[in-house]
């Protein structure tokens, strides 16, 4: 089945430490994104990549870092310069180019910082 | 700026009875908007979207939706609601940037279902 994988479903670490929470996709998107969400705010942008080698801050990059070296694949690193790491993450893709493309969502990583 | 709000926190309805859900949004072109639903501890399925053409958009699992550009607004329908309804819903609006999508989400709509 085609889909979008997140792994794990729930991270503990403690503060200043790093954290990767993994994103893989098997439906040959170009485009990835990760959100962030917290309860009453909706979702909020992160990073988004848009082919291999390239991506792009989105409205709360800040203690956030990404790569995008596969096509299927876009890490997200939460570090110790985010102030308050806990939340509920979530990874999407969307196929090529066009505003007649939806965004797919992965089922998410509870990040807890202890 | 684009936005996107969505005045009720939380809803909650009878089994049975109709539903709508108020999305009101900000943009300065022809919007792309969207309505997904999620599950507690789920990710972000899509109900419908809308583009062009036909302002009243059908969706999946009953819902629909009505595009009206002078009201703003977007707002979610379902004419019986089930059981199985009850999650937060999120409407969105899309803004091309260097031909992609990028999505705008209100803040949410919790929906509870009584039997």
């Known amino acids: 089945d085609g889909g979008i994988t997140q792994s794990p479903k729930y991270l503990f670490r403690k503060e200043g430490q790093n954290v990767t929470l993994s994103c893989e996709q098997n439906l040959n998107h170009d485009a990835m994104y990760w959100y962030r969400q917290d309860p009453g705010q909706g979702l909020r942008l992160i990073y988004y990549s848009q082919i291999v080698n390239d991506f792009q801050k989105g409205d709360i990059a800040e203690g956030y870092s990404v790569s995008r070296e596969k096509k299927e694949s876009f890490p997200l690193t939460v570090t110790s310069a985010q102030k308050n790491p806990t939340a509920f993450y979530l990874c999407a893709s969307s196929p090529g180019p066009g505003k007649n493309n939806e965004q797919f969502f992965g089922p998410g990583t509870r990040l807890t910082v202890l | 700026a684009q936005s996107v709000t969505q005045p009720d926190i939380h809803i909650t309805v009878s089994e049975g009875a109709s539903l709508e859900l108020r999305c009101n949004y900000s943009y300065g072109a022809t919007p792309y908007l969207f309505w997904y639903v999620q599950s507690p501890g789920q990710g972000l399925q899509l109900l419908l979207k809308y583009f062009s053409g036909d302002t009243l958009v059908q969706g999946i699992k009953g819902f629909e939706a009505e595009f009206k550009r002078s009201q703003s607004s977007f707002n979610l329908r379902k004419p019986s609601v089930h059981w199985s309804d009850a999650a937060e819903y999120f409407c969105?609006?899309?803004?091309?940037?260097?031909?992609?999508?990028?999505?705008?989400f209100g803040a949410g709509t919790r929906l509870a279902v009584h039997p």
């Open positions: 969105a609006v899309g803004r091309l940037s260097g031909g992609y999508n990028k999505l705008i």
